[in-house]
């Protein structure tokens, strides 16, 4: 008796979350859309090629929007200027193992005091990633 007065509430609610989550969902798919239309163009080549004419590593800023790309599954083209967080949905977790992963591929190192909290950009990014020195290796005795 109990359980069938709780089905059309538990049915309604359920039915609520269902329906909220679905216009997240065909939110997220348009704004994607239209952020890649918005974009046509944009590649790596020419992020890089912009990121070069203010002194930006090629090497660093090509391998920082692979990695966006392919690691971290943007699927639209990706600018400088966008937030890591708001535009791409990184949340601070998520750009320290970005830091931590990228500084491990391009074989530099992370100096204590270098990072200038909170990274907000793609091009601080870049620019922290440049900032850090390579790491240096002993030699054999």
Not at 12 to 20: Q, R, Y
Not at 30 to 42: C, K
Not at 102 to 124: A, C, D, F, K, W
Request: aromatic share 8%.
């Amino acid at each position: 008796m109990w359980l069938k007065q709780q089905v059309w509430p538990i049915g309604i609610l359920i039915t609520l979350v269902a329906v909220t989550f679905m216009v997240l969902k065909l939110s997220a798919s348009y704004r994607n859309a239209v952020l890649s239309r918005q974009r046509r163009g944009v590649t790596e080549q020419t992020f890089v090629e912009h990121l070069a004419q203010y002194n930006f590593n090629p090497l660093i800023t090509g391998t920082t929007y692979r990695y966006l790309q392919e690691v971290q599954q943007i699927k639209f083209p990706i600018l400088p200027s966008d937030a890591l967080d708001e535009d791409l949905g990184l949340d601070s977790d998520d750009v320290d193992q970005v830091i931590h992963e990228l500084l491990r591929s391009l074989n530099r190192e992370e100096v204590p005091g270098l990072r200038q909290e909170p990274i907000l950009t793609v091009e601080g990014l870049v620019r922290h990633l440049q900032a850090s020195p390579r790491k240096k290796y002993k030699a054999a005795a």
